[in-house]
């Protein structure tokens, strides 16, 4: 365990489904992150929550809508996704600026 | 070392030998540097960290070297294990409004054979 407990650890779902995915961290820490890891590619930053607020979203189409209702918990809300969409979701908390980030296991999301 | 293309980088060792994985950052203000591993299944794990007042840091088998002049970051693994089998990616940040902002490299895979 890290510290960031993500859930579920994997999920099928169809294009015309609603799901969502969700985050929790014990770390006291003040900013939370959603990022999407595809095959080959790098790590893509989708959202950043720091002290609840949303602070930065990176272009990312409105079928991911994310939700930060407290500072221990993130969720990432999916509808009408697409095939392209299926990945690895990971989420990550940090202290403050200039420090790391502790990631969850991921949620691995297949969209059929 | 990391890539631009879309191929992921494989370093093979062998058990016992040293490790180095390399990496080019892109962003001359950046001033705090992480190395991740990430096995199979999992999500990233901090390894090593460092700063850009620093240029040499060392941890628990594993030494971060930072050359800002030429923009790059290297991971030397001593002594290298089976157990180091996995995924390296390295990070930069330039956030510093209360958050960090990371960018990651695509990430090199590291092969340790007994």
């Known amino acids: 365990e890290t510290g960031v407990t993500q859930t579920p650890r994997h999920l099928v779902m169809g294009m015309t489904n609603k799901k969502s995915l969700k985050c929790e961290q014990h770390?006291?820490?003040?900013?939370m992150y959603w990022y999407k890891q595809s095959a080959k590619k790098p790590l893509e930053l989708m959202f950043v929550y720091s002290l609840e607020e949303r602070v930065e979203n990176n272009s990312v189409p409105s079928r991911f809508s994310p939700e930060c209702p407290n500072s221990s918990h993130l969720f990432l809300h999916l509808h009408t996704l697409q095939p392209e969409d299926s990945a690895l979701y990971l989420c990550?908390?940090?202290?403050?600026?200039?420090?790391?980030?502790?990631f969850g296991s991921g949620t691995r999301l297949t969209v059929v | 070392g990391e890539s631009v293309g879309l191929h992921l980088p494989t370093l093979s060792v062998q058990e016992g030998d040293n490790s180095i994985i390399n990496c080019a950052y892109s962003n001359s203000a950046s001033d705090y540097f992480i190395w991740y591993k990430q096995e199979s299944g999992k999500g990233p794990q901090f390894i090593i960290d460092i700063r850009s007042n620093m240029d040499k840091r060392q941890g628990q088998r594993v030494t971060v070297l930072l050359n800002k002049t030429v923009k790059h970051l290297s991971l030397q693994i001593a002594a290298t294990q089976p157990g180091d089998s996995a995924v390296y990616f390295c990070?930069?940040?330039?956030?510093?409004?209360?958050?960090?902002?990371?960018?990651f490299g695509k990430g090199t895979m590291l092969l340790v054979s007994p």
């Open positions: 990550a908390s940090s202290q403050a600026a200039n420090y790391g980030y502790t």
């Open positions: 770390l006291g820490h003040n900013a």
């Open positions: 990070a930069e940040n330039t956030g510093n409004s209360g958050y960090s902002t990371l960018t």
